[in-house]
């Protein structure tokens, strides 16, 4: 039943590691997105899919690549892994100017 | 810059006082409006939103927001808090003339004591 599920919903690692974070959501959305939470609850956007086309990237290291195999998934990748990239990572998804849904969280901590 | 402002950062209060939260944007045009609840250990929900009509919006939980669009305002209010109210509070715009692209606040930390 769930509606956007991540996995895997904690991830700890080492610094210059590589590291992937899943997606799917079972609602019929059309747009995907990436949230970082920083350690200080900020939410910024990372990342947005419309019908696995990419239509918004922020400003976020090129280390970071999202990846969208088909409108449900959104996966979302992270090359040499840093510090400072330890967050929770929101996915979310909605139709087309309606509320967010999100996902759990994966919690990163890079170490 | 266009921006999403969270006028506190933490706020602490004890069980039946009264809640408002600031919320201010400063996207012109026409926005929708969110107030979104993260409760400890759980994802986000959706407390309440606005998309037109009657600017004073009830939502879940007792929770109710009202929009000042002279103001660019979007206050969270809760008559009288619970212990079950403690949470992080974002709210979040999006605007017509940036795409609908959804914009959070740096998000409250609300602290309920018993």
């Known amino acids: 039943d769930t509606a956007v599920s991540q996995t895997p919903k904690y991830l700890v690692t080492q610094m210059g590691n590589d590291k992937s974070i899943k997606c799917e959501q079972n609602l019929g959305h059309d747009t995907m997105y990436w949230y970082k939470q920083d350690s200080k609850k900020f939410l910024k956007i990372m990342f947005s899919?419309?019908?696995?086309?990419?239509?918004i990237n922020e400003t976020v290291p090129n280390r970071f690549s999202p990846k969208s195999p088909d409108k449900a998934h959104l996966n979302l990748h992270i090359n040499s892994l840093e510090l400072g990239d330890s967050a929770v990572y929101f996915c979310?998804?909605?139709?087309?100017?309606?509320?967010?849904?999100f996902g759990n969280g994966t919690r990163l901590t890079v170490t | 810059a266009q921006s999403v402002s969270q006028h506190n950062h933490h706020v602490i209060l004890s069980e039946a006082a009264s809640l408002e939260l600031g919320c201010n944007y400063s996207y012109g045009g026409t926005v929708n409006l969110f107030w979104y609840v993260q409760y400890p250990g759980q994802h986000l929900q959706l407390l309440l939103k606005y998309f037109s009509g009657d600017p004073l919006v009830k939502g879940i939980k007792g929770f109710e927001a009202e929009f000042i669009k002279s103001k660019f305002s979007f206050n969270l209010r809760k008559p009288s808090v619970q212990w079950s109210d403690t949470a992080e509070y974002f709210c979040?715009?999006?605007?017509?003339?940036?795409?609908?692209?959804?914009?959070f606040g740096a998000g409250t930390t609300v602290t309920v004591r018993a």
């Open positions: 979040a715009v999006n605007a017509r003339r940036n795409d609908y692209k959804l914009s």
């Open positions: 979310a998804s909605r139709r087309t100017n309606s509320p967010l849904h």
């Open positions: 899919y419309n019908n696995k086309e990419l239509i």
